[in-house]
C-alpha cells in the first residue's frame, strides 16, 4: 500500500486546475445506464471510484470507451453505451468497495424492469442504509426483496409515477429515484429532495437526455416519465470539496493560490466560514484565488448539514485548518455519525481536540508537527495532508489508497505549487 510523504511548513503559490466532481461523474455514469443511446461525459476525473464504476457498468453488459486526450491532461471524456446491457447484478464485491455503485439499482430497474444490487454494508464512516432509497422506489411501484445481501427489485410491468416525500434528505437516494422516474409511466414528485450542486448537474443531463424534470435545483423534484431516453453530451461540473481542499491547503499553509475551471458560487458556505477565519477568496476569470492574510486564522464554529449548509466532506478539511487558529473552534456533525476518525490522527500531530458525542471541540496550538499516521477514509485522509503541509517536519500518510479514490492527481497538483510532498511505493 503506497504511503505520501509530506515536509511542511512551505506557503503555497501559484495556480492549480480543479477535475470535474466525483459525485457527480457517479451518477452521471450510472445514467448512461437508462438510455440505449451513447452518452458522452467530459471532464471526468481520473480516480479510483469512477474507474469502480466503469467496471461494473462494463460488467452488466455496457460499453466505456474513453476518447484520447493527451497523457499530462487532467480529466477525460468518456464514451458510454448500454446498448447491450446484459446483466442486472450489482455483485457484492464491487458494491462493498464502492458504495455508490447502488446508484445503479434505479436506472437498471427503470430500463429493464429488475435489478439485483448487493446491499453496500456500513463504511468507515457510518452505516450508512439504502432503506430510503428502497422505500421510494417502491412507492414508484417496485417490488423490492432483501435476500441473501442483495436488494432484488422488480417491475414487471414498468414503474408507475407517484408522489413522494423523503423522510430525511439522501443525496444518492435523490439521484437513484429520480433517474428512475425519468421512464416511469405519469408523474413524479420528489419532496424534500436533496439540493446538492451534483443533483443538478445529472437532472441537466437527464433532460440533455430527452427527460422532463422540473424544479432542478430546488427541494421538489417534478418528473414527467417518458417512454425511452436518448444520448447526449455532458460536461461533469467542478468538484467543490477538491475545490474547499485546496482553498483550505492555501490557507493553512498561508499561501496564496488561484484555483482553475471552478467558481466560488459552488462553496459559498464553506467560504462564508474561511472569510470569517481571516481567508480571502476572489473571483478571478475562469477560477477562484484563496489567499491568507497576515496573522494566525481565527477558530470559527462549524455545523455540517445538507447543502446549501456547510458540506460534511469538508469537516475533515477545516478541522485541519481549525488546529493551529487562535481561539477554538466547535465542530458539529450532524450527516454521519461516525465522521471524526481524522481526530485521533491529527491529535497525533500535536492538535488539541476533544470530542463529544457529534461534536468536536478544537482547540488551536502554535504549531503542528509531522509525525506517521492512518488514513482511514476520503476526507480524512486529505485532511491529514493538508495538516501535514503546515507541520514542522515530515507526515508519513498510511494508506493512502483512500485519497486516490476522489482526488485526481493530489501530489501533482500540490507539488506544482510548492508543496514538498511525494508518493513512496510499497
Ligand atoms: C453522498 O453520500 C456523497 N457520496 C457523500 O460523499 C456525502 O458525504 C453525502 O452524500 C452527504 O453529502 C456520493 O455522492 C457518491 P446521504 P450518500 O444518502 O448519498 C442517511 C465523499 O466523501 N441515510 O445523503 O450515501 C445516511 O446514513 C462521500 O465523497 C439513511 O439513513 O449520503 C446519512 O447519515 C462520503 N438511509 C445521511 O442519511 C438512506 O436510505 C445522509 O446520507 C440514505 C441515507
Known amino acids: 500500500m503506497d504511503s505520501i510523504v509530506v515536509r511542511g511548513g512551505r506557503p503555497l503559490s501559484g495556480s492549480l486546475p480543479i477535475s470535474g466532481a466525483k459525485n457527480a461523474a457517479l451518477p452521471l ?30 460488467e452488466l453488459g455496457g460499453d466505456v470507451a474513453e476518447e484520447p486526450s493527451p497523457a499530462d491532461a487532467f480529466g477525460m ?10 446483466d442486472v447484478t450489482a455483485p457484492y464485491d464491487l458494491v462493498r468497495k464502492m458504495r455508490a455503485s447502488v446508484l445503479v439499482l434505479g436506472p437498471l430497474l427503470a430500463r429493464t424492469g429488475h435489478a439485483r444490487v448487493s446491499l453496500p454494508g456500513g463504511c468507515a464512516i457510518g452505516t450508512r442504509p439504502i432503506d430510503l432509497h428502497l422505500k421510494a422506489l417502491a412507492q414508484l411501484g417496485a417490488e423490492i426483496e432483501l435476500s441473501q445481501g442483495y436488494v432484488e427489485a422488480r ?16 443525496v444518492t437516494g435523490t439521484e437513484n429515484v429520480l433517474m428512475a422516474a425519468c421512464l416511469a409511466r405519469g ?11 451534483e443533483i443538478g448537474d445529472l437532472a441537466r443531463c437527464l433532460v ?15 418528473v414527467t416519465g417518458v ?53 480571502e477568496l476572489t473571483e478571478v476569470d475562469g477560477g477562484l484565488r484563496v489567499a491568507r492574510r497576515n496573522g494566525r486564522i481565527t477558530g470559527i464554529d462549524v455545523m455540517t448539514e445538507p447543502f446549501p449548509g456547510f458540506p460534511t466532506d469538508m469537516q475533515a478539511q477545516v478541522m485541519a485548518l481549525m488546529t493551529t487558529a487562535s481561539g477554538a473552534a466547535m465542530i458539529t456533525e450532524t450527516v454521519f455519525e461516525n465522521r471524526f476518525m481524522h481526530v ?70 500540490l507539488a506544482a505549487c510548492g508543496a514538498d510532498i511525494e508518493r513512496v511505493k510499497s
Open 29 to 58: 455514469l450510472a445514467a448512461s445506464l437508462l438510455s440505449d443511446s451513447t452518452l458522452v461525459l467530459e471532464n471526468v476525473p481520473r480516480v479510483v471510484d469512477l474507474a469502480s464504476m466503469a467496471n461494473l457498468l462494463v
Open 77 to 86: 471524456t468518456l464514451r458510454l453505451s448500454a446498448a447491450g446491457l446484459k
Open 155 to 170: 417491475a414487471p410491468s414498468g414503474l408507475t409515477g407517484g408522489d413522494i416525500t423523503f423522510p430525511s434528505v439522501t
Open 187 to 197: 408523474d413524479t414528485v420528489l419532496r424534500n429532495a436533496a439540493r446538492e450542486p
Open 208 to 222: 440533455a437526455m430527452g427527460a422532463q424534470i422540473e424544479g432542478i435545483g430546488s427541494d421538489t423534484l417534478r
Open 227 to 279: 417512454a425511452a431516453l436518448n444520448g447526449a453530451r455532458h460536461r461533469v461540473l467542478p468538484d467543490r470539496i477538491e475545490t474547499g481542499t485546496y482553498a483550505v491547503a492555501a490557507a493553512i499553509t498561508g499561501g496564496d493560490l488561484e484555483l482553475r475551471g471552478t467558481s466560488l458560487a459552488l462553496i459559498s458556505a464553506l467560504a462564508d466560514v474561511l472569510r470569517a477565519a481571516g481567508v
Open 344 to 413: 485521533p490522527e491529527l491529535c497525533r500531530m500535536g492538535a488539541n481536540i476533544n470530542v463529544h458525542g457529534a461534536s468536536a471541540i478544537v482547540r488551536g496550538v502554535p504549531a503542528l508537527s509531522g509525525a506517521p499516521v492512518m488514513a482511514t477514509d476520503l476526507r480524512a485522509s486529505v485532511s491529514l495532508v493538508l495538516a501535514g503541509l503546515a507541520a514542522g517536519g515530515a507526515t508519513l500518510i498510511n494508506r493512502v489508497y483512500h485519497l486516490d479514490r476522489g482526488y485526481e492527481r493530489l501530489e501533482a497538483k
